[in-house]
């Protein structure tokens, strides 16, 4: 049974860190994409960063600069660090694990920033 159990979200202020991480179980090996999506009420789910095995990044604009995605292969994990968090980055954030035609999510973890 695949899993990715999702971890570190929180009420942060404007200016602020976070830092999530997401560990796969199961099928998940390091052959497998991973990285966050997230979505604000009202609006789609959209990429935010995303890592192959081999440690290829990929971010979304609005993040450049202050989001740093990591995995670590032994563990089967990924991590976001969220630095310069900002009222906007203000979603709930969903692991994801992604091989050819085989996808997981996590249950998703909220992160709000406001003062």
């Known amino acids: 049974q695949v899993r990715l159990v999702e971890s570190g979200g929180g009420l942060v202020q404007p200016g602020e860190s976070l830092r999530l991480s997401c560990a796969g179980s199961g099928a998940i090996d390091r052959v497998y994409t991973m990285g966050w999506y997230r979505q604000a009420p009202g609006k789609e789910r959209e990429l935010v960063a995303a890592?192959?095995?081999?440690?290829?990044?990929n971010y979304a604009d609005s993040v450049k600069g202050r989001f740093t995605i990591s995995r670590d292969n032994a563990k089967n994990t990924v991590y976001l660090q969220m630095n310069s968090l900002k009222p906007e980055d203000t979603a709930v954030y969903y692991c994801y694990a992604r091989y050819i035609t085989r996808s997981y999510w996590g249950q998703g973890t909220q992160v709000t920033v406001s003062s």
């Open positions: 890592i192959t095995g081999g440690g290829t990044t």
